[in-house]
């Protein structure tokens, strides 16, 4: 009997060795096979880096030269022919988009990037984006947009806009006669959360009800009786199903067939700013154009910048995209060149493509970042870039980068970086008027408006384009307004400042809020997010945190009241000093007298010598001539008082 036992512990105890040298071969081959998994998932990750890059790299070439072609062309053909080149440019671009997006998402790769957004921005995006597909089909677009949501939340504004971006190609595609229909509207939930409601309906064709499945599958298409001319992969549904499922809400499909659909989700939103967005249809209206009308937002002359990229035909379209921003551009091929420029000059702002041979992007970033003494160590650096896979932006962050823009590179997004990153002294905003014109017609007029010098307002802190909005382009308006503004600064911290002795928080958010309220209505919009931020602090009754945080407040309150009282008293005299007088005129000048004064008023504008140059145009003024130079320097006049000295320069070149 104990015999018997033993051979049966015996046999157990083989058994079990057995069993768990198994244990250990499985777990060995299951090490093996997740190492496996872990190499193609990263190599994978590569190879969907490099073909993004890969493949928006020359769709990057050819849509920015075409939108050259757009603007400068005068031939309706050749712009019919570029219209035809974008519209299948922007096709491919999505379908590149779409793959990389759908790999991520069976990767479980794709991750929600949150932060505030403007709704108006957002929505102006996205319908600019089908504005000329509506046109070119005859379509209608009705907005239906809650005047009252909130117009900044927080969210992930790249992946709400792929959503209502899908949704709306899709239904400007699939319908051929009638109207597209925009509905969005909100429902406030506690904790400043709202529920936002979107509805994307169509006249199109509609969509049988067996068909209705295949929408959201990979790939599927409907049967060939439903499809358009423009028919897709089968990805961007898909997508957006899975996008919207990420974000907590659902996508739901109502359709009738030959009839049309509507496609609608609800996400939930955190609230920044309670302001109301208003009528966002006359915004919208006042501000759409197409590519063709292009004129740019900006000029820059004595702004310097450099564009690092090792692909020359990238260099052209950069180049080309800025030219009417007469930005100072040196271009590098390389991040060696790139470092060799920056030892021998000094520029505001760098633009780095990221991966270049020899020296990538990241790697010329870290040598700029460790030259000691070099002016332009510490400059903002954007990375350009077709590396469009997940993490992107985050890596571009966290390796030191000040911003990142993914190739092709959106025309307008380009400038409104740049407006940001560059130094506020060398950016004129032009309003995104022909500003020749504009100096034209405003002196040709005469109308006695108050004279807006954009250039120096917008160094004091105010958005010209924000507050011109909201005074629905009355400049006379604006002007009153902000006499009205500088008047009540001094009220509003004095009153302030006692609510916060006497520890009164209601009393302090009424104040802070009314304030908020005046510094947007003007386009202060620095100081109205800071009182925002107090309102928050002070709503809460966080009167240590209010504390603190309202001497900030009281110093840009300060800074602006002054700024605004010299502004304002150089508005006065100069409308004093316009006021005409009888001066003797210095009579006749022969005409290579005329011509070598001209030369040297250029001179002196090409310096940015002001006061000099408006001294020689009072000399010029006096001499008697025909009408057409007397104009020319009303021109160059107006141009001088508004500190656009290279506006004056091309006026006075243009008759030499």
């Known amino acids: 009997m104990g015999q018997e036992t033993k051979k049966t512990t015996a046999k157990k105890g083989t058994e079990l060795s057995q069993a768990e040298a198994a244990l250990q071969q499985k777990n060995v081959e299951l090490e093996t096979a997740k190492s496996a998994v872990e190499k193609a998932e990263k190599a994978r990750d590569i190879?969907?880096?490099?073909?993004?890059?890969?493949?928006?790299?020359p769709i990057n070439t050819i849509l920015g030269l075409n939108e050259l072609i757009l603007r400068e062309s005068q031939e309706e053909a050749v712009k019919e022919y570029a219209r035809d080149i974008r519209q299948a440019g922007n096709i491919l671009l999505a379908l590149v988009s779409d793959i990389l997006d759908f790999s991520k998402l069976e990767a479980d790769k794709m991750d929600l990037t949150e932060g505030i957004y403007d709704v108006s921005s957002l929505l102006n995006d996205l319908i600019n984006s089908i504005s000329v597909q509506l046109r070119r089909k005859k379509l209608d677009l009705v907005l239906d947009i809650a005047q009252d949501i909130p117009y900044k939340l927080f969210g992930d504004e790249i992946h709400i806009r792929q959503i209502i971006g899908n949704l709306l190609s899709n239904a400007v595609c699939y319908t051929e006669k009638g109207r597209i229909t925009l509905h969005v509207s909100w429902k406030e939930l506690p904790k400043d959360s709202v529920e936002m409601y979107v509805i994307v309906k169509d006249t199109g064709i509609g969509i049988k009800d067996e068909d209705i499945p295949k929408l959201f599958r990979a790939f599927q298409r409907m049967d060939s009786a439903t499809r358009s001319k423009e028919d897709r992969t089968g990805l961007g549904l898909a997508i957006t199903q899975r996008l919207i499922e990420m974000m907590g809400g659902r996508l739901e499909v109502q359709s009738v067939y030959g009839k049309g659909s509507a496609f609608s989700f609800r996400i939930i939103q955190k609230i920044v700013d309670r302001e109301p967005l208003g009528d966002f249809e006359k915004q919208y209206k006042d501000s759409l154009r197409s590519i063709e009308d292009y004129h740019e937002k900006f000029i820059?002359?004595?702004g310097r910048i450099l564009i690092v990229d090792d692909n020359a035909m990238n260099l052209a379209v950069a180049q080309g995209l800025l030219k009417g921003t007469r930005l100072q551009i040196d271009v590098a091929a390389s991040g060696e060149e790139c470092l060799e420029l920056i030892k021998r000059k000094t520029y505001h702002l760098i633009c780095m493509d990221h991966m270049m041979p020899v020296m990538d992007g990241v790697q010329t970033l870290h040598a700029i970042r460790a030259l000691e003494g070099n002016p332009s160590r510490d400059i903002p650096v954007i990375a350009l870039t077709a590396n469009a896979v997940a993490g992107a932006r985050e890596l571009y962050l966290k390796e030191g980068f000040q911003d990142?823009?993914?190739k092709?590179?959106?025309a307008d997004k380009f400038e409104n970086m740049l407006i940001e990153y560059l130094p506020s002294n060398v950016v004129y905003l032009t309003n995104n008027r022909?500003?020749?014109?504009?100096?034209?017609?405003?002196q040709e007029e005469g109308d006695g408006e108050f004279d807006i010098r954009e250039s120096q307002l917008y160094l004091m802190g105010f958005n010209l384009r924000n507050g011109l909005r909201y005074m629905g382009g009355d400049k006379a308006l604006y002007g009153k307004v902000l006499r009205d503004f500088h008047s009540i600064l001094q009220e509003k911290e004095t009153a302030l400042k006692d609510f916060l002795q006497k520890g009164d928080m209601p009393g302090y958010t009424i104040i802070v809020h009314s304030l908020k309220g005046n510094a947007r209505n003007?386009?202060?919009?620095?100081?109205?997010?800071e009182a925002f931020e107090l309102e928050k602090m002070a709503k809460a009754g966080q009167l240590e945190d209010v504390t603190v945080r309202s001497p900030i407040l009281f110093s840009m309150m300060n800074t602006m009241r002054n700024s605004l009282r010299v502004?304002?008293?150089t508005e006065d005299a100069g409308e004093k000093a316009e006021q005409p007088v009888s001066e003797e005129s210095a009579g006749s000048i022969t005409e290579d007298d005329w011509v070598r004064a001209l030369h040297e008023l250029a001179a002196r504008l090409d310096d940015f010598d002001g006061e000099s140059a408006a001294a020689k145009l009072r000399e010029l003024k006096r001499y008697d001539r025909p009408e057409s130079d007397k104009k020319m320097l009303r021109l160059c006049e107006k141009a001088i008082k508004d500190y656009a000295y290279d506006i004056a320069l091309e006026v006075v070149n243009a008759v030499l």
Do not use: C, K, W
């Not at 969907?48 to 790299?57: F, I, V, Y």
């Not at 500003?435 to 017609?441: R, V």
């Open 47 to 57: 190879f969907l880096a490099n073909m993004s890059h890969e493949l928006r790299t």
């Open 300 to 302: 820059a002359p004595m």
């Open 404 to 406: 990142y823009l993914t």
């Open 408 to 410: 092709p590179i959106d």
């Open 434 to 442: 022909d500003i020749n014109d504009e100096y034209e017609q405003t």
């Open 522 to 529: 003007v386009g202060a919009d620095d100081l109205a997010d």
């Open 567 to 569: 502004y304002l008293e």
